[in-house]
């Protein structure tokens, strides 16, 4: 089915779109994105249902052709604050505070967000499977996260962020129980099954 290009007919609307809320280390990451009215693309879809080598190709075409669009960040200890569903919203906030033009209408993936500058806005279940923009939104987040966490493994190789990106995979619990954990990681998740001990390295 193909992406719809608007959600409310309102024009410059702006989707919204995170990555790395089930991880246990890393930032989470966030993006806006205001496409043209008329953008479509072959190859724009969810980034869940794209490769490596598409999102990486599909990112260089969003940041080309997109009317606006801004990426934004927020760390272990902010998360860990403000829990993860609201660490999202609130990095969603940041992303739009970025953006060189000011959206009328936004668009955002999931079914929890805190309103933005009186703008109006709606939540879409699995909008990045929906929407252009919403999709948009969810390439750049994954991939710029991703760059993030391969980056990271450079300084932390024992986690083997650069295959899990910080998700809880079996080899980066191991790790965790061998080596502690870093700043990195979100203190606030249950980074061990019950019973084990945590060490900070």
């Known amino acids: 089915m193909p992406l719809l290009l608007n959600h409310s007919g309102i024009y ?3 989707g919204c ?3 790395g809320r089930g991880c246990l280390a890393g930032p989470v990451f966030a993006a806006a994105v205001i496409l043209p009215p008329d953008f479509n693309h072959p190859d724009l879809d969810d980034s869940k249902k794209l490769s490596e080598s598409q999102r990486n190709y599909m990112r260089e075409v969003i940041e080309k052709e997109a009317l606006a669009f801004a990426v934004a960040k927020m760390d272990a200890p902010d998360i860990d604050k403000y829990n993860i569903l609201w660490a999202s919203v609130r990095t969603m906030h940041k992303a ?9 209408h936004i668009i955002v ?5 805190i309103p933005y500058k009186k703008i109006p806005f709606e939540c879409v279940i ?3 499977s929906k929407y252009t923009s919403i999709a948009a939104s969810s390439i750049l987040a994954k991939t710029y996260r991703d760059e993030y966490m391969i980056k990271l493994h450079k300084k932390y190789p024992y986690y083997q962020w650069q295959n899990n990106k910080g998700y809880p995979t079996q080899a ?3 790790a965790i129980i061998t080596h502690g954990i870093t700043k990195y990681h979100r203190k606030s998740f249950q980074l061990l099954p019950s019973g084990e001990q945590l060490s900070l390295f």
């Open 12 to 14: 410059p609307e702006a």
């Open 17 to 19: 779109d995170e990555a």
């Open 172 to 174: 980066h619990r191991d």
């Open 109 to 113: 993936d999931g079914n929890k967000f």
């Open 96 to 104: 739009l505070d970025k953006l060189n033009i000011r959206p009328q």
């Open 126 to 128: 699995k909008g990045d």
